[in-house]
């Protein structure tokens, strides 16, 4: 498991930096470092893990080298989360330190070994009925909207805005719609007519997410 103590000193933080970043006090901070990190909260995962730049898996002590094992393929892992909100400024084709994710086969099913998955993190809650903030989610690349179904959960990306909401297609029309899925009444749909469609791009479509409890 990473040193978290050497890695936050490498990155010139403190342990009150870091409680602030993650809403926690000094003292928890403290416990992390001394590996008390068996009932941290999803959440606090992903602040911990982006302040050290360092994937969740990693912080969590799971396998992220680059070499495949048996029973394992190793996936491009960008460290960025993906908005589940409003659509942010985030680049999942930006690899962070070339990581890569070791993920057993049998999480993947049908898409292991699949060299068009790509994995990150989902930020935020308007997807929260389906994929909880800070999951780990596998994107697989789309190259038309046509590759998709109503109803598939899909990365978009306005100008230089990537989100993740629910897919419709309303070809009638040409109309495309994206609908969170979320406990939050506050999260609403997002439409795309006609010229506005030229400024959209599907990424990918989520075929795989995984929540860390």
Same mark, same amino acid.
């Given at each position: 498991m990473i040193d978290l103590r050497q890695k936050r000193e490498e990155l010139k933080l403190s342990q009150e930096d870091i409680a602030n970043i993650t809403g926690v006090t000094r003292g928890t901070v403290s416990k992390w470092e001394? !590996?008390?990190?068996?009932?941290?909260?999803?959440?606090?995962?992903?602040?911990?893990a982006r302040a050290l730049r360092i994937s969740p898996l990693e912080l969590l002590g799971l396998p992220t080298d680059n070499h495949q094992d048996d029973g394992y393929y190793g996936y491009p892992y960008f460290n960025g989360n993906i908005a589940a909100g409003i659509p942010s400024n985030v680049d999942p084709f930006t690899?962070?330190? !070339?990581?890569?994710?070791?993920?057993a086969n049998a999480i993947m099913g049908k898409y292991a070994g699949d060299t068009n998955i790509i994995i990150t993190n989902i930020d935020g809650e308007s997807m929260n009925r389906i994929i909880p903030n800070g999951s780990l989610i596998a994107i697989k690349k789309v190259d038309s909207v046509y590759d998709l179904n109503d109803g598939d959960i899909v990365v978009f990306q306005d100008g230089g805005e990537m989100a993740v909401k629910r897919?419709?297609?309303?070809?009638?029309?040409?109309?495309?719609n994206f609908t969170p899925d979320s406990t939050d009444p506050s999260f609403h749909p997002i439409n795309y007519v006609d010229d506005d469609l030229d400024d959209v791009t599907i990424i990918g479509r989520v075929v795989i997410y995984q929540v860390v409890m």
């Open positions: 001394a !590996g008390d990190i068996a009932n941290m909260k999803r959440d606090k995962i992903a602040l911990y690899v962070a330190d !070339g990581e890569t994710l070791q993920i897919f419709y297609f309303d070809r009638r029309h040409n109309i495309i």
